[in-house]
């Protein structure tokens, strides 16, 4: 009896992290598809001139780079470096107003 107890314990202790990587079956919400169908398009998929001929190339293609792409992303969120990105650069403070002047400022004062 000790055996089946020690057996069900390590079964569960074993199961316990599958469950934890389980994806959930909830279905794809339409904002999820069209910011899928964004990203395509921006890595160069027109679904307007799609045929039977190139869907299935033209379609790969374009889930590769966005896969490329999120996966540099993630690369750079992980070790720091990553793609080339747009350079931008913001220091400094923001303009300070005139303060108030006097009435006759500039007047040979």
Sequence with gaps: MKSLVKAVAIAAVLATPLAAFAQSNQPVTRAQVR?????????????????????????????????????????????????????SSKSGSPVAAPGTQPIYFGNGQ
């Design 35 to 87: 910011q899928e169908l964004i990203q395509l398009e921006q890595a160069g998929y027109n679904p307007a001139t799609a045929n039977d001929y190139d869907y299935p190339a033209n379609i790969q293609a374009a889930e590769a780079r966005v896969t490329a792409q999120k996966d540099g992303t993630a690369q750079a969120a992980a070790t720091g470096y990553g793609p080339a990105v747009g350079a």
